[in-house]
């Protein structure tokens, strides 16, 4: 039985519309440098570089790397030194807690 982490899950979208949602998402986070990997993975499980891995996977062909380039907009690198701030003590702990919730499957 699919669960909701279950990419072959039929939400009744069209692929258009899917598509169209991604890439919006996309230039939201490239828009807001200000939201945090790290508080992305404390409330919702899931990061930028979750996205580029999903896209990574999807594609077969493009490597985590050049998926990265594709979600930041830039070099990995370049946004992690741009933007990156260090986590606090309490953002890892939320993170923690976030990812055994995906680990679960709730």
């Keep these: 039985m699919p669960t909701d982490?279950?990419?072959s899950t039929d939400l009744n979208i069209s692929d258009e519309v899917a598509a169209a949602a991604f890439r919006r998402l996309v230039?939201?986070?490239?828009h807001r440098h200000?939201?945090?990997n790290i508080d992305l993975m404390g409330l919702s499980g899931f990061c930028r570089n979750c996205l580029a891995d999903w896209v990574a996977e999807a594609d077969g062909d493009i490597d985590k790397e050049a998926?990265?380039?594709?979600?930041?907009?830039m070099p990995y690198a370049e946004w992690k030194k741009r933007y990156q701030s260090e986590a606090s003590e309490q953002q890892l702990i939320d993170?923690?807690?976030?990812?055994?919730?995906?680990?679960?499957?709730?």
């Design 95 to 106: 993170m923690k807690k976030s990812v055994a919730k995906n680990a679960s499957g709730h």
């Design 5 to 7: 982490n279950d990419p």
């Design 34 to 36: 200000d939201a945090q």
């Design 27 to 30: 230039n939201h986070l490239r």
């Design 67 to 73: 998926a990265r380039e594709l979600i930041y907009g």
